[in-house]
Nanobody
Framework: DVQLQASGGGLVQAGGSLRLSCAAS????????MGWFRQAPGKEREGVSC????????YYADSVKGRFTISRDNAKNTVYLQMNRLKPEDTAVYYC???????????????????WGKGTQVTVSS
């Protein structure tokens, strides 16, 4: 079956860094757009970043531009999110997702993504 296993979350002080990883299996990784989405309690899910299947095209939410970097290693079926200069506002559960579409709706909300992981908690203290 399809598996998206996220790791790397944790507790970090403001200004610190974390790197999230998502290991995928059960589907043809190279054919899918990969994305990171997050949701804080009481808030809507929001798109953080997405990366195309193989040409390196990326999307970043305005709130994370210049601080976060998405990458993927198709040989390892893994997508990463390097998060620098973390802020308390970044606190959320971060979800890894895979899909075949790369529209504005998909990258900003996650609607239309095909597969989802269970998420990993990121907590940034002030």
């Amino acid at each position: 079956d399809v598996q998206l296993q996220a790791s790397g979350g944790g507790l970090v002080q403001a200004g610190g860094s974390l790197r999230l990883s998502c290991a995928a299996s059960g589907f043809t990784f190279d054919d899918y757009v990969m994305g990171w989405f997050r949701q804080a309690p009481g808030k809507e899910r929001e798109g953080v970043s997405c990366i195309s299947s193989n040409d390196g095209s990326t999307y970043y939410a305005d709130s994370v531009k210049g601080r976060f970097t998405i990458s993927r290693d198709n040989a390892k079926n893994t997508v990463y999110l390097q998060m620098n200069r973390l802020k308390p506002e970044d606190t959320a559960v971060y979800y890894c997702a895979a899909g075949r579409l790369h529209t504005i709706e998909v990258v900003t909300t996650g609607n239309g993504m095909d597969y989802w992981g269970k998420g990993t908690q990121v907590t940034v203290s002030s």
